[in-house]
């Protein structure tokens, strides 16, 4: 209800920018996730998981903003993970499908034969921003305004590292989303006339509330595609 007005009236704003140049606008971010979204809500039942395993690319966003509208938790993984970090994530989310990139295909075929949750392995092409093309129909799309999501809604699920056993999953709600939003805009007075940096993986929560309140701002979001010390300072 906040986000899509905001790229509706700015339709040819930028809205994603990485370090290489690459970039996505308002109405692009919008058209494309409405197209996903309606691919999505025709085949996963509302309120199922669907994970997401992929670098920092623009099809993140795009899946976030789609499962926002159709009401589906994206669990996000890190796309570096073992096969056994891998299996135990899509089985304790009960993942539906996961989105991936080509070169953990074999990872996630494999894992689906462990998972019996998972229906569906979804490779993204590799041209960005549209590596999710042959998951949408040109000509079909779903209306994100239609069924906002409550502040109750678990909107994404998160992963520990695993580093001192096995994964733990922890659901955020839409709400808290909002509240990030909400405090960090009031607290340093942010505007849209500001810039955020994102120096993080995609996968990270962080990212997406700092995704989020640029969106709400109308102010461009700026993102490494790895992070670096060095170039983050430059």
Known sequence: ETLVPVLLEKPHAVVIQFEDGASLTAEALLARAEQFAAYVSKR???GTPIAVAMGNRAEFFIIWLALLGTGHPMVNMNPALTQTEAEHMLRDSR????LAE???SQLFRS???KCPDLSEVLILGEQEPDGLLA????????DLLSAPPSIHDTTFITYTSGTTGMPKGCAH????????VDVVGRLYDLRSTD?????????????????ALSLK????????????????WS
């Open 44 to 46: 996963v039942p509302r």
């Open 95 to 98: 993942s539906a499908w996961v």
């Open 102 to 104: 080509q070169q953990t």
């Open 111 to 113: 894992a689906q034969t």
């Open 135 to 142: 998951f949408c129909d040109e000509d079909d799309s779903f």
């Open 173 to 180: 709600l839409q709400g808290e989303t909002c509240r990030y």
């Open 195 to 211: 810039s955020f940096l994102n120096p993080l993986q995609f996968f990270y929560g962080d990212s997406i509330w700092l995704f």
């Open 217 to 232: 701002l109308g102010a461009p979001f700026v993102s490494m595609r790895k992070f670096s010390v060095n170039r983050f």
